[in-house]
Structure formats: C-alpha cells, structure tokens
C-alpha cells in the first residue's frame, strides 16, 4: 500500500535510537573468532588419536571424562536458564547456524549487486554460481575448524594440502565439508524454521516473562505499512502478526527497520513500533523496571535458576583446576621369571597423577622383608592430570617363598613432592608350585 504523507514531515533521523544490527554483528564476529580461536590455544580440543582432551589450557586424560560431560551440562543449564529470560537470544545473536545463514545472504546480496544481477538471467546465474563456489570454500573452511576440534590442528592443515598423506583426518575433512556444503546451499533458515530443537524446547520453557520481539498494537495508528519490517526479517515473518512467533529468532531487524523509517516521516516522532520486551504486558515498557528487573531477574524462579547456575559454573570450574586426588590401580600380568636365584613377577602399575603439576612418585613394597621391588628405588613421572602405565618387577629370592603359596603384599606409591601424598595398592605375590620346586632343587 502507498504511503501517504500528507500530514507527515520528512527529517533527519534522530541519532540517540541504538540500532541494534551492527551490535549483533559484533557479537556474531566476536563468536566467529573464539570459535577458531578454543581449539588452537587448547581451551576446548578432544584429541581423539592421543585419547585425551584439553580445557581452558589444561590437558586431561579419558579416564577423567566426566568432566567434559560436566561441562557440557554446565552449558546446558546456563542456556536454559538465559534463554528463559532472554527467549531466542542464542538463535538470532550467537547460533553458527545463524551466522552462516546471515553471512550466505549477505554475500547473495552483494553479489548480485556486483554482477547486476537483475539485468539478465545470465547475469543472475554467473552471481549464483560465483555464490555456490564460495560456500563450498567456506564449507571446506569450517570443516577444518570442526576437524580441529578433535585432531591437531597442524594435522588438520596437512591434511587439506596432502590428503593422501593423512587420509583418515581427510575422510572426516571430507564427510563434514560436504554436511555443511549442503547446509549452507539449501539448508540454512530451514534448519531454523523446522529442525532446530533448540527452537522447539524454548517453547516449552519460556514464560510470561520472557523477553520477545513486540509489535506495539497500542500504537498502530502511527504505523504506515511501509512493510521494511517484514522485508528485512531473515526468517520471513510478519512480527505485526503477533509476538511469539516459533519462528522468531529475536535478531531484531525488524526493530531497527522500523526505528529507521519511522522518524523520519512522522511529526514529533516516537521510537519505532517494535521492540524487545520482557513478556507480552503493554505496560511493562523499560522505563518502569527496576535495576534488577531490567536484567531479567523478575522472580524467584530466575533468580533460584540464576543462583544454581553460578553454583554449577563455580564446580566446573573447581573441577578443572583444582586438585584431584592421585589414584593408583594394578594387576599382574602373568609374566615369571627366574634369574640370579630369585623369583621375578611383573606388575603393571597404573598411577593417575591427580596433582596440578608433573610429579614423580616413588614405587615400593611395604612391610615384606622376604618379597621386594627388583629395583629398589622405582620411580615414575607423571604429567599433571595424566595417568602413566608403567612395568614393575617384584622379586623374591627362591628357598624364602614356599612352592604353590600366595603371599600378600603391599604396594606401596609415594608423591615425591608432598610426603602427604602416600597411596597403597593391596596384591598377591603367587609362587608357581611346579617350576618354582624345580628350580629351587637345581
Ligand atoms: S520478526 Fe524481527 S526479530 Fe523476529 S526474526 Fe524477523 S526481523 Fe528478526
Ligand atoms: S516498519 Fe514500522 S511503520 Fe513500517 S510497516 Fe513495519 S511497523 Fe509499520
């Protein structure tokens, strides 16, 4: 429908209006570069050849991967938690479904602009298929950045220069380029539309106090269905049509279009029709709310969700730094010997250093005079928050230990750098009957 300007006044528009797009572009940056960024300096990296995983800079071995799982529930309650305050905050200004999205139609646009893409069908497919060879290169690019994830990234570079060279990190290469090649040429808002989980769970846990996109019906008379605010929404949806839209991913294009336009041809202009709001109450405009409520901290609900979260954010983090007590386990592995008038039985040892730190530990058997360690002075080095195998030799000298006999014994394993530090490992000495007889008659 036309506009009609007949009592309206064309000006500039007013400069104190936050347009919130180049906010959301920062923070889509922003992601784009922690997101390279975690598996290179060690933050977030599972290393699937080595069988360890790395976090905040700190290495870890499988045995301890129940804190990976702890983390990534941490992650999930916090989403939760914010997304029942802030709704689809995560979708419109976080989500790497989005970006991709948002940086697939910003270059079809460009694009088209470059290759006058209106001005003939040849034009429009030379701007298509220049668009398509690009997606595919940063679907290749991205695959390498998920590759990085869970090999080293230098292998992850020589694989994409010599595939042949290193196929199975290539294989992977392979598999997800094409995932995501298919994602950004045909997928994309689909996803977001009609497969996205995330999209469907929040309408389960919103509230009516959860924060939407609000199409202001009290002030409809000042509207003049220009239609900006459609035209520019990713997700092809009319917001007047109602706030809680499934589809509504929050980015809040609509808002700037409106807050754009509306100024500039209106007399005595207010802010735009539509804006985030906590909730759907007409009279619960940002002006009203208190400090605490303009963070979204409107019950105690949320602040009972808030408080849990903090308390589940502060054990992660005790998890990953703090000091894990040293374990230490064992078992034979049937190997007997006979040398130099002893008996010799090997023990494979297995010390998790527990320690923040490298530390050495000392190997010994307790309280037997008659059965002792083949070296006397054993001695293991661990990384920190690794577990190391190691081969020990348990001897006894043969007339002391009768034939057929089990003995007890007591390993023991001592921290070098803290006397505190002592573990004990309970096990059995076994004296073979037959051959130990023979021997001990030569
Ligand atoms: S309605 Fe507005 S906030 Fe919602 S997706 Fe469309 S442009 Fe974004
Ligand atoms: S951009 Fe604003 S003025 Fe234009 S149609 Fe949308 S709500 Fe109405």
Redesign the pocket.
């Known amino acids: 429908m036309p506009i009609d300007l007949t009592d309206r006044i064309i000006q500039p528009p007013p400069k104190n209006i936050v347009r919130l797009h180049p906010l959301r572009r920062i923070a889509q940056v922003a992601l784009g570069v922690v997101l390279v960024l975690l598996p290179l300096v060690n933050w977030l990296r599972v290393d699937m050849p080595a069988g360890r995983f790395w976090l905040f800079g700190q290495s870890f071995t499988a045995q301890n991967i129940i804190i990976l799982f702890y983390g990534c529930a941490v992650g999930a309650v916090l989403l939760l938690s914010v997304s029942m305050v802030y709704g689809r905050w995560w979708c ?1 200004w976080i989500c790497p479904q989005t970006l991709a999205s948002d940086f697939g139609d910003s270059l079809h646009t460009r694009l088209d602009h470059i290759f006058h893409a209106t001005h003939s069908p040849f034009n429009r497919a030379i701007s298509r298929a220049t668009w398509s060879i690009l997606m595919i290169g940063m679907a290749i690019a991205t695959a390498a950045v998920v590759c990085t994830y869970f090999y080293p990234p230098a292998r992850v570079w020589s694989s994409l220069t010599s595939p042949l060279a290193d196929t199975r990190v290539a294989l992977h290469l392979a598999i997800i380029s094409l995932i995501i090649a298919a994602d950004l040429l045909w997928v994309r808002r689909h996803f977001c539309r009609r497969g996205c989980p995330y999209g469907l769970m929040l309408s389960l846990i919103g509230d009516k106090n959860t924060m939407t ?1 609000r199409y202001l019906w009290e002030r409809d008379d000042d509207c003049i269905k220009c239609g900006k605010c459609v035209t ?4 092809d ?1 009319d ?1 007047k049509k109602g706030a809680n839209q499934m589809e ?7 808002i700037d279009a409106c807050n754009d336009i509306l100024p500039m041809i209106k007399a005595n202009p207010k802010p735009g029709l539509i804006e985030l709001r906590y909730g759907l109450d007409p009279m619960r405009t940002q002006a009203r709310l208190t400090a605490f409520q303009r963070i979204g901290l409107w019950d105690t609900r949320r602040i009972f969700l808030a408080s849990v979260s903090l308390l589940l954010v502060a054990g992660f983090f005790f998890q990953v730094y703090g000091t894990r007590p040293t374990t230490i386990s064992g078992f034979a592995n049937g190997s007997i010997n006979y040398a130099g008038g002893y008996i010799l039985e090997e023990y494979v040892l297995i010390v998790q250093n527990g320690r923040p730190h490298t530390d050495t530990f000392a190997v010994s058997i307790v309280g037997n005079k008659d059965i002792g360690l083949l070296d006397t002075r054993k001695l293991i080095r661990v990384a920190r928050s690794a577990s190391r195998s190691s081969i020990i030799t348990i001897a006894a000298k043969i007339g002391s230990v009768s034939p057929g006999e089990r003995y007890p014994i007591t390993i023991g394993v001592e921290s070098l750098d803290s006397q505190h530090d002592r573990h004990t490992l309970d096990a059995v000495f076994y004296v073979p009957e037959q051959e130990a007889h023979l021997k001990a008659g030569t």
């Open positions: 419109g996109v520019v929404c990713p997700m949806i917001i509504c991913i929050g980015c809040g294009e609509c």
